[in-house]
């Protein structure tokens, strides 16, 4: 009783003296974390020696802050994340209490029914108090508008972001094409026939900047042909579909080939000649043949640039080959047209010379080591695995050993010239791929080589995958305890007494269990299939995350590369919570009686395979069919949290969080 009139002495000694201030400041703010979620974020700045009380207060202390929803649309609001509190002795209210000082943020997950528009208001009641005084209670009102409109398409801004990366890499490509030893020495060819054919300055310029857009209209022509050629599902073809990648990894491996000097990929001679013929008239049509010529006559070196650029845009629109080849033909096309216009410039130039093979036998080893990976691609989702982790890597060792030597001078092909002496870049450049090999070299042996950036198939499709020299019992001495404990627990809760079970009898019922795992990424045990895991994690009472995987999938060996090699990240997935690993691109056919059609993304959708079976699921039930993508359950299989994607969680520390916020969810 003294307690309280004290503070209430305290607060009407605030009033009466007219001090009565606001030492925390609200922010209010929300963000997008899926196509059909948002996050409402309320921030607290708080002044210095002032603090701002938990939700979580003992009914006899402060005011704690609370939220009030006013929502007008059919919806819930749901904790995201409980911020950490210090949790001190407060003299005010003479008890531990849990306050926040300086910053704060109150997080809440907001869904969206496709098609809702909802108004959001309410406001937050909060106490501030310093060492010595509280202020009396407060509160805040906040207000959000979230419309259809206002929801960003999750898959159209990843979209976006993959086509910027399809128009620098067709950019670079382009500026790559440009060194190669059949284009460069075209451009004082090409300023020959522009100083002959303008009489004026201006006509110069219009003819110039004609050429340009000429060259880029021939490429975009081309690309959007092979668009047509494609088809619409051309992406899909090209991740998941092994023929396609095969194919592909030979189409690198004959650029390679010829970049190398074993042949040239030339077209018909005919060809160039009436190109050739056609520039001679002069004009706009002229300058027109002038570029097809151009491109015509350097294709034995730009072919296999293009060739890429080409595969890599085919996602059956017509928007993306005209991005990559607009990419390509664009830094293709800018030299010759500022060479046109400045003839002087020619001066600056480097002389054509062995430098110009060089480049080209660089990008000719690197073809080849991406040709085994499309290689890898096709062999892991057809299941062979004949090439393995240690096989994928010794490969790519020898690739760059060679590329090592070359640049060092030790290894010459047919069309080099002598290297007399080491320039201090082509050094640097042998430096590089040297301590690069060396790199890749524990990775033989189990090491992550993360700096591969997911290339190499998962330690799972090694040919030790335990790590060499270990056996499964030796690597897994935690795990195993683990799962007895896990035993012991079923046991008493079945009312069983140990006495009354033989030896025999524990040993099947162990490897009953077991037996449902396999080897995963990191040499965590997983289940692959949903089924399976659900009623496993129901038994040994975790919770459970969905990995939606593929085999082909970069990300996801990116993210079990870089991001679940962290030990305790690893630790969680192995012992705390249940790992199932569903591959949307697994080739294994369904028995016929499992096999039908479904609606996904507004069309039919025959499930025939396993990866279908996984694709249809996390679309349907998580709007989403992208990868890796990660899903925290409860054992009655309820979200627990917000879902994790690659581009937003792809951090070993926000991935931590996630984790870690998902088993303080499932605990409370």
Same mark, same amino acid.
């Given at each position: 009783?003294?307690?309280?009139?004290?503070?209430?002495?305290?607060?009407?000694?605030?009033?009466?003296?007219?001090?009565?201030?606001?030492?925390?400041s609200w922010?209010?703010s929300?963000?997008?974390?899926?196509?059909?979620?948002?996050?409402?974020?309320?921030?607290?700045?708080?002044?210095?020696?002032?603090?701002?009380?938990?939700?979580?207060?003992?009914?006899?202390?402060?005011?704690?802050?609370?939220?009030?929803?006013?929502?007008d649309?059919?919806?819930?609001?749901?904790?995201?994340?409980?911020p950490?509190?210090?949790?001190?002795?407060?003299?005010?209210?003479?008890?531990?209490?849990?306050?926040?000082?300086?910053?704060?943020?109150?997080?809440?997950?907001?869904?969206?029914?496709?098609?809702?528009?909802?108004?959001?208001?309410?406001?937050?009641?909060?106490?501030?108090?310093?060492?010595?005084?509280?202020?009396?209670?407060?509160?805040?009102?906040?207000?959000?508008?979230?419309?259809?409109?206002n929801?960003?398409?999750?898959?159209?801004?990843?979209?976006?972001?993959?086509?910027?990366?399809?128009?620098?890499?067709?950019l670079?490509a382009?500026?790559?094409?440009?060194l190669?030893?059949?284009?460069?020495?075209?451009?004082?060819?090409?300023?020959?026939?522009?100083?002959?054919?303008?009489?004026?300055?201006?006509?110069?310029?219009?003819?110039?900047?004609?050429?340009?857009?000429?060259?880029?209209?021939?490429?975009?022509?081309?690309?959007?042909?092979?668009?047509?050629v494609?088809?619409?599902?051309?992406?899909?073809?090209?991740?998941?579909?092994?023929?396609?990648?095969?194919?592909?990894?030979?189409l690198?491996?004959?650029?390679?080939?010829?970049?190398?000097?074993?042949?040239?990929?030339?077209?018909p001679?005919?060809?160039v000649?009436k190109?050739?013929?056609?520039?001679?008239?002069?004009?706009?049509?002229?300058?027109?043949?002038?570029?097809?010529?151009?491109?015509?006559?350097?294709?034995?070196?730009?072919?296999?640039?293009?060739?890429?650029?080409l595969?890599?845009?085919?996602?059956?629109?017509?928007?993306?080959?005209?991005?990559?080849?607009?990419?390509f033909?664009?830094?293709?096309?800018?030299?010759?047209?500022?060479?046109?216009?400045?003839?002087?410039?020619?001066?600056?130039?480097?002389?054509?010379?062995?430098?110009?093979?060089?480049?080209?036998?660089?990008?000719?080893?690197l073809?080849?080591?991406?040709?085994?990976?499309?290689?890898?691609k096709?062999?892991?989702i057809?299941?062979?695995?004949?090439?393995?982790?240690?096989?994928?890597?010794?490969?790519?060792?020898?690739?760059?050993?060679?590329?090592?030597?070359?640049?060092?001078?030790?290894?010459?092909?047919?069309?080099?010239?002598?290297?007399?002496?080491?320039?201090?870049?082509?050094?640097?450049?042998?430096?590089?791929?040297?301590?690069?090999?060396?790199?890749?070299?524990?990775?033989?042996?189990?090491?992550?080589?993360?700096?591969?950036?997911?290339?190499?198939?998962?330690?799972?499709?090694?040919?030790?995958?335990?790590?060499?020299?270990n056996?499964?019992?030796?690597?897994?001495?935690?795990?195993?305890?683990?799962?007895?404990?896990?035993?012991?627990?079923?046991?008493?809760?079945?009312?069983?007494? *140990?006495?009354?079970? $033989? /030896?025999?009898?524990?040993?099947?019922? &162990?490897?009953?269990? !077991? =037996? %449902?795992? +396999?080897?995963?990424?990191?040499?965590?045990k997983?289940?692959?299939?949903?089924d399976?895991?659900?009623?496993?994690?129901?038994?040994?009472?975790?919770?459970?995350?969905?990995?939606?995987?593929?085999?082909?999938?970069?990300?996801?060996?990116?993210?079990?590369?870089?991001?679940?090699s962290d030990?305790?990240?690893?630790?969680?997935?192995?012992?705390? *919570?249940?790992?199932? $690993? /569903?591959?949307?691109?697994?080739?294994? &056919?369904?028995?016929? !009686? =499992? %096999?039908? +059609?479904t609606?996904?993304?507004?069309?039919?959708?025959?499930?025939?395979?396993?990866?279908?079976?996984?694709?249809?699921?996390?679309?349907?039930?998580?709007?989403?069919?992208?990868?890796?993508?990660?899903v925290?359950?409860?054992?009655?299989?309820?979200?627990?949290?917000?879902?994790?994607?690659?581009?937003?969680?792809?951090t070993?520390?926000?991935?931590?969080?996630?984790?870690?916020?998902?088993?303080?969810?499932?605990?409370?």
């Open positions: 009783m003294r307690k309280f009139f004290t503070l209430l002495f305290t607060i009407a000694t605030i009033v009466v003296s007219a001090q009565i201030f606001t030492p925390v922010e209010f929300q963000n997008q974390l899926s196509e059909n979620e948002v996050e409402l974020i309320f921030k607290a700045s708080i002044d210095e020696h002032w603090h701002l009380y938990s939700q979580d207060i003992a009914d006899d202390g402060p005011i704690p802050t609370s939220f009030t929803f006013i929502i649309g059919d919806t819930s609001v749901k904790v995201l994340e409980e950490k509190a210090i949790e001190e002795y407060d003299p005010n209210f003479e008890m531990v209490l849990k306050y926040f000082a300086d910053e704060v943020e109150f997080k809440y997950n907001l869904e969206i029914e496709e098609g809702n528009s909802l108004q959001i208001d309410g406001y937050v009641d909060f106490m501030v108090c310093d060492e010595a005084k509280c202020l009396p209670p407060d509160y805040a009102e906040f207000s959000f508008s979230i419309s259809e409109e929801l960003i398409d999750s898959e159209s801004s990843e979209s976006l972001e993959s086509r910027w990366w399809l128009f620098l890499s067709a670079g382009g500026l790559l094409a440009i190669m030893p059949c284009t460069f020495p075209m451009i004082p060819m090409t300023v020959s026939f522009f100083t002959k054919q303008s009489k004026t300055r201006s006509q110069g310029i219009r003819n110039a900047i004609f050429y340009g857009v000429s060259i880029i209209l021939i490429y975009i022509i081309v690309g959007v042909g092979v668009a047509s494609f088809g619409s599902d051309a992406a899909n073809l090209m991740a998941n579909n092994v023929y396609f990648n095969v194919g592909f990894a030979i690198l491996l004959v650029f390679g080939a010829s970049f190398l000097g074993a042949f040239e990929l030339t077209l001679n005919s060809w000649n190109s050739d013929q056609a520039a001679d008239k002069g004009g706009y049509i002229g300058i027109f043949f002038m570029a097809l010529t151009l491109v015509l006559v350097s294709f034995s070196c730009t072919g296999p640039l293009v060739g890429i650029v595969v890599k845009a085919a996602s059956g629109e017509i928007l993306d080959p005209v991005i990559g080849m607009f990419g033909s664009l830094s293709l096309s800018i030299p010759f047209v500022l060479f046109a216009l400045f003839p002087n410039w020619l001066n600056s130039l480097p002389k054509s010379g062995g430098w110009l093979n060089s480049i080209k036998v660089i990008l000719g080893l073809e080849i080591a991406f040709a085994f990976y499309y290689l890898s096709a062999d892991l057809d299941g062979t695995a004949f090439l393995t982790r240690e096989m994928f890597i010794a490969i790519w060792i020898m690739i760059f050993t060679s590329l090592t030597l070359y640049l060092l001078g030790f290894i010459k092909f047919s069309h080099d010239s002598e290297v007399k002496h080491l320039s201090v870049s082509r050094f640097s450049l042998a430096v590089v791929t040297g301590i690069y090999t060396i790199y890749m070299i524990p990775g033989l042996w189990g090491g992550p080589v993360s700096l591969m950036f997911g290339m190499p198939p998962d330690v799972m499709f090694s040919e030790s995958p335990n790590g060499v020299g056996s499964y019992y030796q690597d897994n001495e935690d795990e195993i305890m683990s799962e007895i404990k896990e035993l012991k627990l079923l046991i008493s809760q079945a009312n069983i007494s *140990v006495d009354k079970l $033989s /030896l025999e009898e524990i040993s099947e019922r &162990k490897e009953e269990l !077991k =037996e %449902r795992r +396999e080897m995963g990424p990191q040499r965590i997983v289940f692959h299939d949903y399976d895991a659900v009623e496993y994690a129901k038994l040994v009472k975790k919770p459970l995350v969905i990995d939606f995987t593929g085999y082909a999938c970069v990300n996801c060996r990116q993210m079990e590369s870089n991001v679940w030990q305790e990240i690893k630790r969680i997935l192995k012992d705390d *919570v249940v790992l199932v $690993s /569903l591959h949307v691109d697994a080739t294994k &056919k369904l028995p016929k !009686k =499992e %096999r039908y +059609e609606t996904m993304a507004g069309r039919i959708k025959k499930v025939i395979t396993e990866g279908d079976k996984w694709m249809v699921f996390q679309a349907n039930t998580y709007g989403t069919n992208s990868q890796p993508y990660y925290f359950l409860d054992n009655k299989e309820n979200p627990l949290i917000e879902n994790a994607n690659y581009q937003d969680y792809g070993v520390s926000l991935f931590k969080n996630w984790l870690e916020r998902g088993l303080e969810t499932y605990k409370n």
